[in-house]
Nanobody, 124 residues
Framework: QVQLVESGGGVVQAGGSLRLSCSAS????????VGWFRQAPGKEREFVATIEWNGRSTYYLDSVKGRFTISRDNAKNSVTLQMNNLKPEDTAVYYC?????????????????WGQGTQVTVSS
């Protein structure tokens, strides 16, 4: 069992930066891939980024490549999503999630554990 809590959301102007954090508890966190997903009003939840359990590999949604960076510190049971050059279309509720699948899963159905979400709003 893994419990996740996100923080770091807020309101920022286009071109600005935010840093989202995901704090976890549970014995299996350090062996789990962790992903970030987002859901904008009226849209389906979409994959943003994921990081392998050991932090060696990452995978991103094409539209955030070069702007977002996911990282993790297993000693602190935390995962971070650094978001730079934010755009209005990045506005959404952002969720972190822990997977039980190996590798870099990008489907939300491979993530049984979810945080409550944090709002990110980018103004133009």
């Amino acid at each position: 069992q893994v419990q996740l809590v996100e923080s770091g959301g807020g309101v920022v102007q286009a071109g600005g930066s935010l840093r989202l954090s995901c704090s976890a508890s549970g014995r299996t966190f350090s062996r789990s891939a962790v992903g970030w997903f987002r859901q904008a009003p009226g849209k389906e939840r979409e994959f943003v980024a994921t990081i392998e359990w050991n932090g060696r590999s990452t995978y991103y949604l094409d539209s955030v490549k070069g702007r977002f960076t996911i990282s993790r510190d297993n000693a602190k049971n935390s995962v971070t999503l650094q978001m730079n050059n934010l755009k209005p279309e990045d506005t959404a509720v952002y969720y972190c999630a822990a997977s039980v699948r190996p590798g870099l899963p990008s489907s939300q159905y491979d993530y049984p554990y979810w945080g409550q979400g944090t709002q990110v709003t980018v103004s133009s």
